[in-house]
């Protein structure tokens, strides 16, 4: 992981460079960005968790695009997002779909590129990859002439950038390039919604008048997933929770991914909220009074003996019947035993989370 980090600031310094007129990056030293592509290259095969190699090769996609070398750029693209998409986490997928998306970009691929973006922004995400996101989406949509959907992603990527100085004068040449746009040539099409940017949307839910029961419709209004359960709800990161006597959840095509065994299935976060589904590849679960977590796989995280489970981006903090607290990883690991406060727990938990901020 320390060396990665290495390699995307040698990136993040490379990529310091933009131009107000192409509103594109562009490297000063391309030699300097080769020699660390190729250490990029050099490093991948090293790499054995999924975290590691999505996020390197998502560095790797960042640097051939710089370079000029789209068909890389795209078919490292494809594979980082393939390699993010598997581990279901949030703070991984919504990097790879962002990475690709400029790419498709710069090929003025925009259907496809805004396509990515859409999916990229959403999520529990931090507000500074929000902010990136939405900055690079907005620039997707000046290209294209829409001009009041980008200014709309720029006021976004301005609300959440937590006044970076980067992101900021990125915003502000785009602002003026819009404008100067607008004046010349008008604001161009409406802005279009986010199922619309994202092209295929995830099923709806549906109840049929005669059964009673609950399913799942396309954007059309036809159905794809027949009425077949007493509760459903929507579908977050391709999988839905359902309800069938018990709790279980199932994928877009309909195929029972979590069997139904479970009494509940919300996701208690820790900043309060509860969250009815899915939230970065787990969900929360309660079977026989006791809570525990499985992922969109399938596999039980946590067994379902606590009183409380918080799903944090590091982990798990599990609460005992005698009100004290420890914590379990991602992979279902205890890492800190039941015997600490809650504060504690979750303090600790925060030097686990896995997050790529590298530059998209």
Not at 45 to 60: I, Q, S
Not at 72 to 89: N, P, V
Not at 185 to 211: H, L
Not at 331 to 339: A, F, T
């Amino acid at each position: 992981m320390t060396e990665t980090a290495g390699l995307a600031r040698a990136l993040q310094r490379a990529t310091m460079r933009f131009d107000p007129n192409t509103l594109r990056e562009y490297v000063d030293d391309a030699e300097s960005l080769w020699a660390v592509r190729e250490e990029m290259a050099t490093r991948l095969p090293t790499l054995h968790l999924d975290v590691d190699r999505a996020r390197l090769l998502g560095l790797k996609v960042v640097a051939s695009r710089l370079l000029g070398d789209f068909e890389t750029a795209m078919t490292d693209g494809k594979q980082a997002l393939e390699i993010a998409e598997a581990t279901g986490r949030d703070l991984i997928v919504a990097p790879a779909r962002a990475r690709l998306a400029r790419v498709h970009a710069w090929r003025n691929e925009h259907d496809e590129a805004d396509r990515l973006f859409a999916l990229a922004e959403a999520g529990d995400l931090p507000r500074a990859l929000v902010a990136s996101v939405r900055l690079h989406a907005g620039l997707s949509c000046i290209a294209q002439g829409r001009l009041i959907e980008a200014l709309i992603h720029l006021e976004r990527a301005l609300d959440n950038s937590n006044n970076d100085e980067w992101l900021t004068s990125i915003a502000a040449y785009a602002l003026d390039a819009a404008h100067r746009r607008a004046g010349a040539y008008g604001f161009g099409p409406r802005p279009r919604s986010w199922a619309e940017r994202a092209q295929n949307p995830a099923p709806r839910p549906y109840r049929d008048r005669e059964t009673g029961r609950y399913g799942y419709k396309d954007a059309d209004g036809n159905p794809v997933i027949m009425s077949a359960f007493d509760q459903v709800g929507d579908f977050r990161g391709g999988v839905a929770t359902v309800r069938r006597g018990l709790w279980g959840a199932i994928s877009r095509e309909g195929r029972t991914v979590v069997p139904f065994l479970y009494d509940e299935m919300r996701t208690e976060m820790p900043d309060g909220r509860v969250v009815d589904g899915f939230v970065d590849g787990v969900v929360g679960v309660d079977r026989r009074g006791g809570k525990g977590a499985v992922d969109r796989t399938g596999k039980l995280v946590v067994p379902p003996k606590y009183r409380q489970v918080l799903a944090h981006p590091g982990g798990f903090a599990v609460c005992t019947s005698f009100g004290q607290w420890g914590a379990i990883d991602r992979d279902g690991v205890e890492v800190l035993p039941e015997r600490y406060r809650r504060e504690q727990v979750l303090s600790r938990l925060e030097s686990f989370i896995v997050v790529d901020n590298g530059p998209l």
